[in-house]
């Protein structure tokens, strides 16, 4: 299985940064695709960003511009720079990751355990 750990949530002022982490272990035999969703209270769950092993990125319209997403495939982890921050952006952010565990294993979703962000205005 693969695990993922979380870091950088936090509390920040509108217009801040932060920077959130994520770090996969276990068995990887291929990971194509990392990202982050973020999930408000009363919202449905959102994707934010999500980018795939060539390097290749999406952005909801929402942070486009504001947000980068960028990883390691030889440390499997992903990061989210979150610049220009608004209270709209207040959530419990989800590191997420397709990956498979082994060779002959079928494609799998893996999810932290999330991880607040909140933004006073």
């Known amino acids: 299985q693969v695990q993922l750990v979380e870091s950088g949530g936090g509390l920040a002022q509108a217009g801040g940064s932060l920077r959130l982490s994520c770090a996969a272990s276990?068995?990887?035999?291929?990971?194509?695709?990392m990202g982050w969703c973020r999930q408000a209270p009363g919202k449905q769950r959102e994707l934010v960003a999500h980018i795939n092993s060539g390097g290749s990125t999406t952005y909801a319209d929402s942070v486009k511009g504001r947000f980068t997403i960028s990883r390691d495939n030889a440390k499997n982890t992903v990061d989210l720079q979150m610049n220009s921050l608004k209270p709209e952006d207040t959530a419990v952010y989800y590191c997420y990751a397709v990956a498979a565990a082994d060779r002959k294993g079928y494609l799998d979703n893996y999810w932290g355990q999330g991880t607040q962000v909140t933004v006073s205005s």
């Open positions: 276990g068995s990887i035999f291929s990971m194509p695709v």
